[in-house]
């Protein structure tokens, strides 16, 4: 069993001509080195819904997600470890062989149950389960408990230094948490990760119940929409990992360090910015891609 390991948060500095020539200085929160299936904020995003169902004596978890999910396969590894069940209901029909993420929750021991489209939509719990013997908690974590785990993400670092927090968005539930602990004069930047979702903004401010005005959110890098790529996208998560050792993943963060590059290159961070990404992991995720794809 492995523990997670909140100590070994790094900071890392980049130094490039680009942000030399710019006059801004990036910094990258390490949240991805915390455990090798739990990345990044998943777990952060979890960990007040256990202590809510632990304290509620309830002895098995249920959540949603997709075949390559962060969340399904950060809950099963994060319910095993605290003694918890899990059970994961998988948007669509079940596939002849499972994808890792699916076999991994499995090898966990949370058992899978496969929603047609239709009732993962509206997220119908079969009816054999009985809900009172469970807890559960919402696709990705979304909710107040979860913006609220994610707002301690920020105790690794030295959060009031900076003009720009970034990070990317899914939920937007991470980028809920950044804003309930950021500065108000903190900008905070969130690239989102799906297609003309606009309604992430809403989402958002639903979880703080106000409108914060440091919230900026940016649609322009979604590479085709939620989990799809480009060419030049895996070229740039490539040369990045070159540059600066840093790995991403296909879905969120290689979109957010596209991002945050290009903004840098347009001139949109003001000269003297101080900008802190936060690497949210997510790496399994790129296992759903060809061998020899990534060079990491
Ligand atoms: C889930 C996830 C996100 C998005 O988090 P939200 O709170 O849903 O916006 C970002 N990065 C990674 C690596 C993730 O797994």
Not at 11 to 30: G, P
Not at 44 to 67: H, N, P, Q, V
Not at 206 to 229: E, Q, R, T
């Amino acid at each position: 069993m492995q523990n997670i390991h909140l100590d070994t948060i790094r900071i890392n500095t980049l130094s490039s001509q680009l942000l030399y020539d710019k006059s801004v200085a990036l910094h990258v929160l390490r949240a991805d080195e915390i455990h090798p299936v739990i990345s990044g904020n998943k777990w952060f995003k979890l960990r007040f819904y256990l202590d809510e169902a632990k304290l509620l004596d309830k002895k098995s978890i249920i959540t949603f997600g997709g075949a390559w999910s962060n969340h399904i396969a950060a809950t099963a590894a994060v319910c095993k470890y605290n003694n918890l069940k899990s059970i994961g209901l998988i948007r669509g029909e079940e596939p002849s062989s499972l994808s890792d993420t699916l076999q991994n929750a499995r090898e966990m021991g949370m058992k899978l149950y496969f929603l047609s489209r239709e009732d993962y939509r509206i997220k119908k719990i079969p009816a054999h389960i009985n809900l009172h013997e469970h807890y559960v908690i919402n696709e990705g974590g979304y909710g107040i408990k979860g913006a609220q785990g994610a707002a301690t993400l920020l105790d690794h670092c030295d959060y009031t230094q900076y003009t720009h927090i970034c990070c990317a968005a899914g939920t937007g539930t991470m980028t809920a948490g950044l804003l309930m602990k950021a500065l108000p004069d903190t900008t905070v930047i969130c690239i989102s990760v799906l297609k003309n979702n606009f309604s992430l903004a809403d989402n958002i401010h639903s979880l703080l119940s106000y409108s914060p005005k440091n919230l900026v959110i940016i649609h322009d890098y979604h590479f085709g929409g939620y989990a799809k790529k480009t060419d030049e996208l895996i070229r740039f998560m490539n040369k990045y990992y070159s540059d600066t050792k840093i790995p991403s993943d296909f879905v969120y963060t290689g979109k957010l360090f596209f991002a945050v590059n290009d903004l840098v290159e347009k001139k949109y961070f003001p000269p003297g910015s101080k900008i802190l990404i936060l690497h949210s992991g997510g790496s399994q995720g790129n296992n759903s891609l060809e061998n020899g794809t990534l060079i990491f």
